[in-house]
């Protein structure tokens, strides 16, 4: 899997007022990829694409340097106390990813500049916290690494909360672009977790993304450059011989750690959900996807705003869970599992 380079960048005139937005522009230049002007990354007009399929996928290689107008960051996150903001959006194409509803019309990827008021923002959330240690995850809205080659933006990040004494950066990846990463200043206070399922599930719903084994030579890098590493499992997802898949998926994980320092190794587990307005997008994008989205399977639970999700049926999300921290303890038995959900 090669980096990601942009087809189109659009560029805010705003952020060129910040460093990073004038080495963005200049690194396009550089590259020969075409820049437009747009008045607000909110609204981006002219993606080229006839079709609205044609669109979405020349929106998933396009990028968008802008400015961050909304400081205040989300919360919520099973993961962390707050959701960093850095980027929007992912050049991926996971049929099952939440982006396509949460991002509806607006697929492109946009990259934030203003880091130092970023940061601040950040500074006053732990302070608010302090003696409490407060968790930033950066990737609930895009996969950060798979962009981070080109802003570095992660990499100034991972630097600024390992200079806090209460912050705490993670993040989670499907990308192995992870070299420009390996050198940051990040005192043990950024946990780099990479997302990882059963060839099934990577075969069938991940185009776009780092293979498997990109992924956990990356894994290797990162936990030798003395990052605490942590998988996330997700989505966990009950395909035929899934049992199988899953065992398959540990004995991997295992064998390609061989040697590697795991002593504060973490799982999350995410079994697969879907919400129905997900479910019509995903099958206009992806017509063909085999992911299976039957409601009458699912077992409905309430959600935020009124849109609820179809996860799987209590026993069946019991067994799901049974057996994979099964696995994880035969294999990982020093490993913490931090949630299932
Ligand atoms: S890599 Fe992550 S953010 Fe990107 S499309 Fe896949 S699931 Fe979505």
Redesign the pocket.
């Known amino acids: 899997m090669k980096p990601f380079i942009p087809q189109l960048v659009y560029i805010e005139p705003n952020a060129l007022d910040y460093p990073l937005g004038r080495e963005l522009k200049e690194k396009f230049e550089q590259m020969d990829v075409e820049i437009r002007e747009t008045t607000s990354h909110n609204q981006v007009r002219g993606i080229p694409g006839e079709t609205d399929l044609q669109k979405y996928r020349n929106a998933k290689s396009t990028l968008v340097v802008g400015v961050r107008r909304t400081l205040k960051f989300d919360t919520s996150k099973p993961s962390a106390e707050y959701a960093i903001p850095l980027a929007t959006g992912?050049m991926?194409?996971?049929h099952y990813?939440y982006?396509q509803t949460t991002l509806g019309s607006k697929p492109y990827i946009r990259a934030y500049v203003n880091l130092e008021e970023i940061f601040e923002q950040a500074s006053k959330y732990i302070e608010e916290r302090k003696p409490e240690v407060t968790r930033f995850e950066a990737a609930c809205t895009?996969?950060i690494v798979?962009i981070d080659h080109l802003t570095h933006a992660l990499k100034e990040t991972i630097e600024f909360i390992g200079k806090t004494e209460y912050g705490r950066l993670r993040f989670v990846t499907?990308y192995h672009h992870v070299d420009h990463l390996l050198e940051a200043k990040h005192n043990g206070k950024t946990r780099f977790r990479f997302?990882v399922n059963s060839r099934y599930v990577i075969k069938n719903f991940?185009p776009g993304?780092s293979s498997f084994d990109e992924r956990l030579e990356a894994a290797r890098k990162v936990a030798a450059a003395g990052y605490p590493l942590g998988f996330i499992v997700a989505p966990i997802y009950r395909h035929q011989g899934w049992e199988e898949g899953y065992k398959e998926l540990f004995e991997r994980l295992k064998d390609s750690l061989d040697g590697v320092n795991l002593k504060e190794l973490t799982f999350e587990l995410i079994q697969h959900r879907f919400t129905k307005p997900a479910k019509n997008v995903i099958m206009k994008r992806y017509p063909k996807t085999k992911l299976e989205m039957d409601e009458e399977q699912r077992k409905y639970k309430w959600g935020r705003y009124g849109i609820g999700k179809y996860v799987y049926k209590t026993e069946e999300a019991e067994e799901l869970e049974t057996m994979i921290r099964g696995y994880i303890s035969v294999y990982f038995p020093q490993a913490e599992v931090q949630y299932f959900t």
């Open positions: 992912c991926g194409h996971c990813c982006l895009s996969d798979g499907k997302s991940e993304t």
